[in-house]
C-alpha cells in the first residue's frame, strides 16, 4: 500500500488565490518531499522537511508537518497560471520509496 | 550539466518484444532509480541502485531487470513486454540515500500492444 496519500485529489482556483494541499502518510519518516509534475514531463522537487521541523518556507511555498498526526500540508501562496500541475508528497527509504497519487491543481488566469 | 536524461522518448512494443530503456545522469550521484507511473496514479519504484555494480528491487520489480554497469548509466530491461506494463517510465538519481532528494528525467512513453 501508498505510503503518501494526498488529498484533494484536484483543485481548481483563481489566480492570486492560495491553494493547499494534504498528504498524510503511515509509518515513522525521517524526512519529507514535495515535488511538483507539469504535464508530460518528469518530476521536480520542491522542498524537504526533516521530521525534527514543523515547518518550512521556500518562497511562495509553506511546508508543515505533523508527525503526531503523520500528515504533511504545502501552501502556495499568491498562486500563478505557471502552478497549474500535480503536486506529489514522497517519504520512505529507498526500497520502500513511495509517492502518493497527487494532487493536481489548476490555476485559472 | 544535461542533468538526467532518458532514452528513447517514446516507444511502441508488441507483447513478448524485448527492449531497454537508458538513463543517464552527470552529476556523479550514487543513487539511481527507476519508476513507473499510470493514468492518475503516482510513481510507484520497481528497482534502484545504490552504486556502481549494485541493483535491488523495489515495490514493482517483476517483469524487469536492471543494470548498473557504470556509475552515471541505470539500464532498464524488459525481457518479454506485456501490456500491463504499458506506462510512462521515469528514472531519477540522488546524491545520497539518506535524504533522498532526487532529480527526475523527462520519461520514456512506452506502449505495448
Known amino acids: 500500500s501508498q505510503q503518501g496519500e494526498e488529498d484533494p485529489q484536484a483543485l481548481s482556483i483563481q489566480e492570486g488565490e492560495n491553494a493547499t494541499m494534504n498528504c498524510s502518510y503511515k509509518?515513522?519518516?525521517?524526512?519529507l518531499q514535495w515535488y511538483r509534475q507539469n504535464s508530460g514531463r518528469g518530476l521536480v522537487h520542491l522542498i524537504l522537511?526533516?521530521?525534527?521541523?514543523r515547518e518550512k518556507h521556500s518562497g511562495r511555498l509553506r511546508v508543515t508537518l505533523d508527525t503526531s498526526k503523520k500528515s504533511s500540508s504545502l501552501l502556495i501562496t499568491a498562486s500563478r497560471a505557471a502552478d497549474t500541475a500535480s503536486y506529489f508528497c514522497?517519504?520512505?527509504?529507498?526500497?520502500?520509496?513511495?509517492f502518493g497519487s497527487g494532487t493536481k491543481l489548476n490555476v485559472k488566469p | 550539466n544535461a542533468g538526467v536524461t532518458q532514452t528513447p522518448k517514446f516507444r511502441v512494443l508488441k507483447t513478448g518484444q524485448s527492449m531497454t530503456l537508458l538513463c543517464a545522469q552527470d552529476?556523479?550521484?550514487?543513487?539511481m532509480y527507476w519508476y513507473r507511473q499510470d493514468p492518475g496514479m503516482g510513481l510507484r519504484l520497481i528497482h534502484y541502485?545504490?552504486?556502481?555494480?549494485?541493483?535491488a528491487k523495489g515495490e514493482v520489480p517483476d517483469g524487469y531487470n536492471v543494470s548498473r554497469l557504470k556509475k552515471q548509466n541505470f539500464l532498464l530491461g524488459l525481457e518479454s513486454a506485456a501490456p500491463s506494463q504499458t506506462s510512462v517510465y521515469f528514472c531519477?538519481?540522488?546524491?545520497?540515500?539518506?535524504?533522498?532528494?532526487?532529480?527526475f528525467g523527462p520519461g520514456t512513453r512506452l506502449t505495448v500492444t
Open positions: 541502485s545504490v552504486g556502481e555494480g549494485t541493483t
Open positions: 552529476m556523479n550521484h550514487e543513487y
Open positions: 509509518t515513522s519518516i525521517n524526512n
Open positions: 522537511i526533516r521530521s525534527n521541523e
Open positions: 514522497a517519504t520512505g527509504v529507498p526500497d520502500k520509496f513511495y
Open positions: 531519477a538519481s540522488s546524491p545520497t540515500g539518506e535524504i533522498h532528494e532526487q532529480y
